[in-house]
């Protein structure tokens, strides 16, 4: 009886799983915009040295930006709203789409846009990148191991290998 009673407490959204969410829903969007004005900002300032391509990074960031947000907005929901196992294995591929290509997408278009500067930018594109690694190593991590997650997403008739 107490093993059924343990395993109904690890289930739903909550905990870490609820803690996840909540970076993914709030944390993370925020986050988005607020790195994404400091770096159109900075471009701003420093646009007589990056050159003519100053308002085609702007946009880019902003598109970036709002395709990132929406990204991290939907597996927020789909962790909350849609409890199968496939959402677990959505939310892994989107953690590490959402945590590393932006990262290495910006890298690549400031250094096509500013190639004078590029060489300089290289290490911060390999800072962030690494720190987005090492995010979505851990949310991954949980992920496949939780017990309130293997409680929560489970797998129905419709998942199964037929």
């Not at 598109?63 to 990132?68: D, G, Q, R």
Request: hydrophobic share 55%.
């Amino acid at each position: 009886m107490a093993e059924y009673q343990g395993q109904q407490e690890l289930r739903g959204v909550g905990g870490w799983l609820g803690f996840l969410v909540f970076i993914l829903g709030i944390a993370t969007p925020i986050r988005i915009l607020f790195e994404t004005k400091a770096a159109v900002t900075h471009a701003a300032i420093m646009a007589q040295l990056l050159g003519p391509n100053v308002p085609t990074y702007v946009q880019f960031s902003w598109a970036l930006a709002a395709i990132c947000v929406v990204g991290a907005l939907y597996l927020a929901y789909r962790l909350v709203a849609v409890h199968r196992w496939s959402t677990v294995g959505i939310v892994i591929v989107g953690l590490w789409c959402l945590y590393l290509l932006p990262a290495v997408i910006d890298a690549v278009v400031t250094s096509l846009l500013f190639s004078k500067v590029a060489g300089g930018m290289l290490v911060d594109a390999l800072w962030s990148s690494a720190k987005a690694a090492i995010w979505a190593t851990i949310w991954t991590t949980y992920l496949m191991a939780s017990k309130r997650v293997a409680n929560t997403y489970g797998k129905d008739e419709a998942e199964a290998p037929t």
